[in-house]
């Protein structure tokens, strides 16, 4: 239309065909601007709809890698959990140790209630879980201290005239504190039945690597029989120190145990559980008192309020401790007993509260810092075998500074009235010692931890003398 308004003007060129005449029409530099700014216009809206393109091309991708992953393990109906139950407050379902993981729980409740890493063994309804973590730590220690190298034992802190007492700083690295464990859960005419496996190659006294029986058990329903943590003991309270041995007063003891419970109320809001056992004996004396004699087996009962709140446990223990002479029939026999209260309080932000209060009567063999020693019974000046009194206290709080971040503080006393059966026990024998720890976390992803922990320990003999020490420890874990 242009070109020919231009030739009916006498354009000079209008002689040109129509095309040639439209390739030379002078271009308007405003109508230029307009026609640059048109297709940067179209070029973005291209750009846009590309962008847009490869926003769904990523998102079909990802439907697709997971229609084809393969689907979570078919759980038989006899196994399924009551998710609306009120779930029990656990200090920390991805601790450093799995212990609370793998502990026994009332009717074989799993802490995660769809079996979450468990797989089918194809052509049955058993399901199994094969769990583990290499562990590696690093050491620092102000002294010496003899059978407790690789484990903070404040009762095994060197007091003064004791050989180590003036030693100088001890360095230590060891991996023997890793774990391996393996669960099997299936249904039966009676039950839920579940097989619990877990060793690690810790010893208190050395960097290498000794088998170390953790937990070995089997529970049908309600009913436990096999290796594993006393009844008297509650191993959800137990703060999740680096440190492997943990606070010197915590009740924690791992033998034989056969057990059973029977849930009392529930509601709700939680559930009221009550547990019964009997365990291997395991008298504790002194060398002086005899031979250490067994005519009973340790019965032990707790009562446990659990709930989304927390949880509180009083537990007990009742013991027959003997002694024989070895060169004459002369025996004796002494009733031995312990009380704890123990629980949880879920605070704000992820935070908690964990306490401990125990004591008794010949009940030392169940504590951290007095197991091995001992102090169950000694003779008194009288020379008769007499069960000696027991007292610990044990407070812990844990604080999320963040969703990967988290620190613990514990603090432990612990004392046991020996002063009195000092000729039984000798003057280097327990009376009390004192334990503190805060430590530092760091959990980047669900499968690595690292984290560095100062720790304190406070060690008086029953002569008088005393000693002290500190430890830093940093720990790397890979949980598999």
């Not at 309600?222 to 008297?232: I, K």
């Not at 000092?422 to 499968?447: K, M, T, W």
């Amino acid at each position: 239309m242009a070109a020919g308004r231009g030739a009916g003007r006498g354009c000079p060129w209008a002689w040109l065909p129509l095309g040639v005449g439209l390739a030379f029409v002078p271009v308007n530099p405003a109508e230029a601007q307009d026609q640059s700014a048109e297709v940067d216009k179209l070029k973005a809206t291209v750009e846009q709809m590309q962008r847009q393109l490869d926003e769904q091309s990523h998102k079909i991708d990802a439907l697709e890698r997971a229609q084809a992953a393969p689907p979570p393990p078919a759980v038989p109906s006899s196994l399924a959990v009551d998710l609306d139950r009120p779930q029990t407050f656990i200090v920390d379902k991805n601790a450093v140790r799995p212990g609370q993981r793998l502990a026994p729980r009332y009717d074989n409740a799993p802490l995660q209630p769809t079996l979450s890493g468990f797989w089918r063994i194809p052509g049955t309804e058993m399901l199994f879980r094969l769990g583990g973590d290499a562990t590696g730590v690093f050491l620092v220690t102000s002294k010496l201290m003899p059978g407790a190298t690789t484990w903070f034992i404040t009762s095994a802190i060197p007091v003064s005239g004791q050989p180590y007492y003036d030693s100088a700083t001890q360095f230590t690295g060891t991996a023997n504190q890793s774990d391996i464990n393996f669960e099997f859960r299936s249904p039966t005419p009676v039950g839920q039945i579940r097989v619990v496996y877990r060793n690690d190659f810790a010893q208190p006294g050395s960097a290498a690597f000794t088998f170390h029986i953790k937990d070995f058990y089997v529970q049908a329903a309600n009913l436990l029989v096999g290796y594993t943590e006393t009844v008297f003991a509650d191993i959800d309270a137990q703060p999740d120190t680096l440190d492997y041995e943990g606070p010197n007063s915590v009740v924690s003891l791992r033998h034989f145990v056969t057990s059973y419970s029977v849930g009392l109320v529930r509601a709700g809001d939680g559930d009221l559980v009550a547990r019964f056992s009997l365990e291997n004996p395991e008298a504790q004396i002194p060398v002086s008192a005899g031979t250490p004699r067994n005519i009973a087996p340790d019965g032990a009962i707790a009562l446990r309020l659990e709930g989304r709140p927390g949880h509180v446990q009083l537990a007990t223990i009742l013991r027959a401790i003997g002694s024989q002479s070895s060169t004459s029939a002369q025996r004796a026999t002494v009733f031995g007993w312990g009380l704890s209260l123990t629980g949880n309080v879920n605070l704000p932000r992820g935070d908690f509260l964990s306490f401990q209060l125990a004591g008794g009567q010949g009940a030392a063999a169940y504590f951290n810092d007095t197991g091995g020693l001992g102090l169950d019974a000694a003779l008194s000046s009288a020379g008769q075998l007499t069960a000696l009194p027991i007292l610990g206290v044990m407070a812990a709080f844990t604080h999320q500074w963040a969703k990967q971040w988290s620190s613990t503080a514990s603090y432990g006393y612990l004392t046991v009235d020996s002063a009195p059966y000092e000729a039984s026990i000798g003057s280097a024998g327990f009376q009390r010692s004192q334990y503190a720890s805060l430590n530092l976390v760091y959990r980047p992803f669900r499968y690595l931890l690292v984290g560095a922990e100062a720790l304190w320990g406070y060690n008086h003999a029953v002569g008088g003398a005393s000693g002290q020490a500190w430890r830093g420890q940093m720990n790397l874990q890979f949980t598999f």
